[in-house]
């Protein structure tokens, strides 16, 4: 008879796995607790609003979904930007199923023009003291990319429709509509103190640390419903541009996208002018399609970019042309009013091209083109050193008198000569003036140009009249 059966004890080998299941569901729980510390993802926002800047946040904030964080927030310094970049921001925010939290930082920081929406579309609007928030005026652009003034129907339009959209963000997030619209119609200003007053943002906090101990137990309504925050000592992981990002937002510069182009028309220019030289090509090209794909991103007067082409094609056509520089004066001319005219918006600060930047490479194009264009004038003008052209105008020794025809001394060989002068002795200087086949036509040099002529070749470091020094001192023989 089993006595354990009996009274009702279980097994040696039933008691150790109840205590193996124990353990392991202890040590699941205690595994659970030690990591579950709220994460919170961050994106700085650093710049004007681009369609680089675009992905950036949607890239960002497809990240915390995925990774089940608590918030993310979105640090701010902005002048603006460009609306499209700015309503794919907002959309991402609006459609987050994790709550987005707008922190104007650091001290200095503003949120202006599109930063303005971006932190009204926010779940929680933050800013840091001595920050600022407005100027949200709508600015419309021409079809060259600079500013226009509408007629008045157009004006009240767009003015309208702005204030619909930031006032239709200020309802949805229960914050101050009737400041928005100010903001938008006469571009108002205010700081972080007097929004936290007005209603237009939700909390003023020092320091990121501040603000997730601020927030903490907040409940805001996502996409995925109400959701409360837990950010008190969360981990903060921050995104960054990945290499792509980062040359595109670099492209993005209009400083950056105007020396590109100067760079991609002066290397084309190069090519044209030394053909088969490649190099200056091919990276031209480069800078070239470079500098017209971060135009494509920006507000851009295409008047201004023609312009610039334009100079270069004068530049061109003045290796080819006896124009004597005319043309090339007038692509500097052409291309420093492109470069003025290319991206001179009231936008925002950003959007404009630095007058430095424009006037030192204006300089340096056109001092380029300068040398270049000289290179080229002097290698016209040098005469032939081979061929046939070559011997035209070339100074010779008679070594068999012509009478009409004999023998003559050019560079460095003997030829069969004939002269239409008459009779010319032995020893006499003479200059080719014709090519026939293989026998020169030529002419007797003065005696009052032997010394001149003379003096010339050495300079020129030619040796033909070397051996006539003597001849040269006392002059040459009357034929």
């Given amino acids: 008879m089993n006595t ?85 921001i907002i959309q991402d925010i609006l459609a987050s199923e994790v709550p ?48 226009v003034q509408p007629d008045d ?31 938008v119609r006469e571009a108002v200003n205010i700081t972080a103190e007097q929004a936290l007053q007005m209603g237009v943002i939700d909390i003023v906090a020092p320091s990121l ?65 030394n053909p088969g030289s490649v190099l200056p090509g091919v990276v031209g090209g480069i800078f070239l399609l470079l500098g017209l794909f971060a135009l494509g991103n920006l507000d851009v007067n295409w008047a201004g970019v023609l312009l610039m082409a334009f100079g270069f094609i004068l530049f061109i056509a003045d290796l080819y042309l006896p124009t004597h520089g005319v043309l090339t004066v007038g692509g500097i001319i052409s291309f420093a009013l492109g470069s003025f005219l290319l991206m001179q918006s009231p936008v925002s600060p950003v959007f404009q091209i630095s007058r430095a930047v424009i006037l030192t490479v204006t300089a340096l194009v056109s001092l380029s083109f300068l040398i270049v264009i000289t290179l080229v004038a002097r290698a016209h003008a040098r005469r032939p050193a081979t061929g046939r052209e070559g011997l035209i105008g070339a100074i010779g020794v008679v070594r068999r008198a012509l009478d ?24 006499h200087l003479v200059r080719v003036v014709r090519v026939d086949g293989l026998r020169l036509t030529v002419t007797p040099v003065a005696p009052g140009e032997v010394e001149a002529v003379a003096g010339e070749q050495a300079r020129r470091g030619e040796g033909v009249l070397r051996p006539l020094a003597s001849i040269t001192r006392r002059g040459n023989p009357a034929p």
């Fill in 4 to 88: 354990s059966a009996a009274t009702g004890i279980p097994p040696l080998r039933r008691v150790l796995a109840v205590l193996l299941v124990v353990c392991g569901l202890a040590w699941l729980l205690a595994g659970t607790a030690l990591g579950s510390t709220p994460r919170v993802r961050l994106i700085e926002v650093d710049g004007a609003i681009t369609p680089v800047m675009a992905n950036y946040v949607h890239r960002g904030i497809r990240e915390a979904e995925q990774a089940g964080d608590e918030a993310v927030v979105i640090r701010m310094n902005t002048p603006g930007g460009l609306s499209s970049a700015m309503d794919d």
């Fill in 100 to 147: 987005v939290i707008v922190y104007v930082a650091p001290s200095g920081a503003r949120a202006a023009s599109a930063g303005v929406y971006i932190t009204y579309a926010a779940h929680i609007a933050a800013m840091a003291p001595a920050t600022n928030i407005g100027s949200a005026s709508p600015v419309l652009l021409g079809q060259e990319g600079q500013p």
């Fill in 153 to 183: 129907t157009m004006q009240r339009k767009v003015v309208n429709d702005a204030v619909a959209k930031i006032r239709a963000l200020a309802e949805l997030r229960g914050r101050n509509a009737d400041w928005a619209e100010q903001a």
């Fill in 209 to 273: 640390g501040d603000l997730l101990e601020q927030v903490d137990g907040r409940t805001v309504t996502t996409m995925a419903g109400e959701v409360t925050l837990r950010t008190r000592g969360a981990e903060i992981v921050p995104v960054h541009m990945n290499l792509v990002e980062e040359f595109f937002q670099i492209l993005s510069d209009p400083n950056v996208a105007y020396i590109l182009l100067s760079l991609g028309l002066l290397g084309i220019f190069l090519e044209l002018a």
């Fill in 404 to 427: 009409p025809e004999g023998m003559v001394f050019v560079e460095g060989e003997l030829w069969r000569a004939r002269s239409d002068a008459g009779r010319i002795p032995e020893g």
